[in-house]
C-alpha cells in the first residue's frame, strides 16, 4: 500500500511540475513564426524610446514626429488609468500617475485626494469604473514651446455594488508640458 501512495504522489507531483513547466516557462514563441508583443499589464508605463523608430513604410520617423507618438502615447495610458478607479482604491490610480505629472498638477491632485479623504461619509457598498482610451487629439502641439493641447476620447464603464452597469463616451481634455526632455501632464479635466 505504501509503493502505490509513493507511486500516485511521484506521479502527481511530475504532472504539476509539467503544468507549471508550460505555463509559466515554457518558450513558445519559439514555435511559432508570429512575433509577439510583450504583455502588459494594467499600470505598465508607457513605452517611450529614445531611439529613431521606422515607420510602416520601413523610413525612420522625424524627432517631430516622434514627440507626438510619445506625447500621444502618454496621453492614452494617462487617461486609462487616471478615469479608472474605484471607491475602495484609495485613489492610487492618481498617485500612481504622480509620475507623468508636471509639479503644478501634481500639488493639485494632492490637494484633491487630501480634501476627498477629509470627507466624512465613507461609501461601503463598492462602486467602480473603467475607462479605456480610444484616440488622442492634439487641437495644438509645439515641440519648441513643449506644450501640446487636446482630447482623449475614452469609453467608460462604472459598475456598482448591485451589478448595475452604465457605459458612456466621455471625453479627456488634456494638456501636456515638455519638463527635463520628457512630456508630463499638465492639465486633466473630464468634458
Known sequence: MNKKALALIIGGLVILAAIIYFIFIYDYSSQTETPQTPRQSQTAEPVISKSEPENQSGGTVSPLEQSRDQAEKLAIYFAERFGSSSNQSDFSNLTDLEVFM???LKSRTRAYIAA?????????????IITKAAVAEFVTFSETAGTAEGTVKTKRQETKADGQV??????????LKKVDGEWKVDRADWK
Not at 452604465?166 to 494638456?175: F, K, M, R
Open 166 to 175: 452604465t457605459s458612456y463616451d466621455q471625453d479627456l481634455s488634456i494638456g
Open 116 to 128: 476627498e479623504r477629509a470627507k466624512t461619509a465613507s461609501d461601503s457598498e463598492y462602486s467602480g
Open 102 to 104: 508636471t509639479d503644478s
